[in-house]
């Protein structure tokens, strides 16, 4: 038999790694906890029609499509937003609105693997439904970086952006709604010259170039000149206006943003209004992401409903800390291994076993029934904190021998005082 390795561009997660991503999951549901957003768990399998609509043809092409055994066209999903617009048009539809949503787990993209670019990789993903205001977008930005900043992560800065700045150009100069998509695809991925071919109406064109070059001393300077430059474009100037407020709304509230962009295009074609990125500095791709769309929920079937939402990527957080160095910060338990010193004492040691785990503490048994010296020189290899022998003799006294492993001390305990003497 050949020994069998993972599909390309997925990844076994052990050691470390495991309890990265259980940790940065941890602190994505405290996150949502704390804001309010509610988890819900939905399938990886959905209708490629759901999946495809709306997403965009970037999303769309990179997608593990196949036909199940009743013949229905059906994908992984590469993302979880069409998801949770079916919920919210569907088992959701009449729950009071705004409705905050939290789910977490596994996503599937044909990308090209490479550092922090994975087929199979993980989000926590978070979606406000049911309001249109600024307050809501700078919910969705504010709730990342308290995840960033609970999760350790130094020197991380957000940029934003506007999709309808771009749009309001193009709309306005008769561009239609498919060429723009097209144009907004391309840009995203920075290939401006085939996007501005795109565009037939040379003043439009004009205007994104114009675009691309146009930048303030900070933040808010940038948004101020985006409006200007645009003042002759009611709809990009409204989106202007929009970016601007949103901006007041998370600087005032402490959120770093480095830079706004004003050319800022992302890859899903779902978005109308803010949208924006977070970054470390030492890594140049994006650790999460997400925007305002206020149609999909329509073109799903539902009432107009707005929504604004993000996603985080786990792997590329856990690269974060991993390149930052970042201690996790994760709870240190004790650790007990359970030693019976014949087969005759397994018995009353898994009582014993039982008891530490119903109060809360590890225990790993002794199940290859080895000697003592080789069992005790196994648990300091696997850093336990203590071993507890358990002896004919003590038990007759209801006692066991306890072990610590780091200072070698060792002493006879009643079975009573155990958990006390483990717990101090
Ligand atoms: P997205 O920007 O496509 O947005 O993905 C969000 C995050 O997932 C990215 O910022 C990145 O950290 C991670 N990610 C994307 N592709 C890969 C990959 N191939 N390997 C590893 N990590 C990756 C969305 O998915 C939207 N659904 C976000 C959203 C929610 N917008 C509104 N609501």
Known sequence: MPTFQTVRGMRDLLGEEAVAFTFIISKARETASLYGYKEVITPVVEPLELLSAKSGEEIRQRMFIFKDLGERSVALRPEFTASIARLTTTALKNEPKPLRLFSVGSV???????RG????????????????????????????????????LQGYTFKI??????????SQEGVDEKTQNAVLQRMDKKEYDEAFRLVQSEKARI??????????????????KIGAYVADYPKAKGAAENLNEVLRLVTESGCP???????????????????FEVYIHELDIALGGGGRYDKLIEVFGGDPTPAVGCAHGIDRIALALQTQKTALATKQEKKVAVLPITEALRVEALKIAQQFRAAGVTVEFEVMGRKMAKALEDADKRKMDYAVIVGERELK??????????SREQSTVPIQKLLEKIKS
């Open 257 to 275: 943003v480095e830079f706004v962009e004003p050319a800022f295009a992302r890859g899903l074609e779902y978005y109308t209004g803010v949208i």
């Open 108 to 114: 599937y993209r044909y990308d090209e693997p490479q």
């Open 397 to 406: 006294e209801g006692a066991v021998v306890v072990k610590d492993l780091a």
């Open 117 to 152: 670019r994975y087929r199979e990789f993980w989000q926590s993903n978070f979606e406000l439904m049911g309001s249109s205001k600024p307050e809501a977008d700078a919910e969705i930005i504010l709730l990342t970086n308290s995840l960033m900043q609970n999760l350790g």
């Open 161 to 170: 952006g506007h999709i309808g700045v771009i749009r309001g150009i193009l």
């Open 207 to 224: 205007m994104l170039q114009g675009l691309l070059t146009l930048k303030g001393s900070s933040p808010q300077e940038t948004v101020e």
